[in-house]
Antibody, heavy 119, light 107 residues
């Protein structure tokens, strides 16, 4: 069965960077885009961007351009999301999600990674 | 960016009720409209994609409809496990955007 397992919670200071991993299993990693979505405490969902694991190509939401880097390591079926210049309003749960075949929807989700930014 | 506006923001209902949640897009969408359910402390779960296609394993009491800028999620015969927050999402253009969510609470 398809699984996306994310790395554990992080606490970071303002200005630092955080790197969250998302390990995929149960399917051919290269064949499906991986998206990143975040959710601030008590708030809604915010799409950050996607990575094409096959080519390494990325597409970031304008809001995060210059601060976010999405990468992958196909040898271990893992996607990464790194966010730099952290601010207190970056405190959120970060989710990775896999697209559905042929449809632009987020089909399978990781369990989420809480990133807390605090001095 | 396409703005997605859900209404209501919250709704109270009882087991067995029928509930309709509306999602309005700031510009016309094609078929890239999905609905997700989220329970506290959990990741969202895909319910409906392409406006009205039911994800595998989702009960048939969930249905989606709409076109253009106006879309609806209907839950018939509410069950206790349906009390959650629901989000619409468009993938018509980047950035993908979500509605602000509708919290379905037990009356």
């Amino acid at each position: 069965q398809v699984q996306l397992v994310q790395s554990g919670a992080e606490v970071k200071k303002p200005g630092a960077s955080v790197k969250v991993s998302c390990k995929a299993s149960g399917y051919t990693f290269n064949n499906f885009f991986v998206h990143w979505v975040r959710q601030a405490p008590g708030q809604g969902l915010e799409w950050m961007g996607w990575i094409n694991p096959n080519s390494g190509g990325t597409n970031y939401a304008q809001k995060f351009q210059g601060r976010v880097t999405m990468a992958r390591d196909t040898s271990i079926s893992t996607a990464y999301m790194e966010l730099s210049g952290l601010r207190s309003d970056d405190t959120a749960v970060y989710y990775c999600a896999r697209e559905m075949e042929q449809w632009l929807v987020l089909h399978y989700w990781g369990q989420g990674t809480l990133v807390t930014v605090s001095s | 960016d396409i703005q997605m506006t859900q209404s209501p923001s919250s709704v109270s209902a009882s087991v067995g009720d029928r509930v309709t949640i509306t999602c309005r897009a700031s510009q016309a969408l094609t078929s890239w409209l999905a609905w997700y359910q989220q329970k506290p402390g959990k990741a969202p779960r895909l319910l409906i994609y392409a406006v009205s296609r039911l994800e595998s394993g989702v009960p048939s009491r969930f249905s989606g409809s709409g076109s253009g800028t106006d879309f609806t999620l209907t839950i018939s015969n509410l069950q206790p496990e349906d009390f959650a927050t629901y989000y619409c999402q468009q993938a018509n253009s980047f950035p993908y955007t979500f509605g602000q969510g509708t919290k379905l609470e037990m009356k």
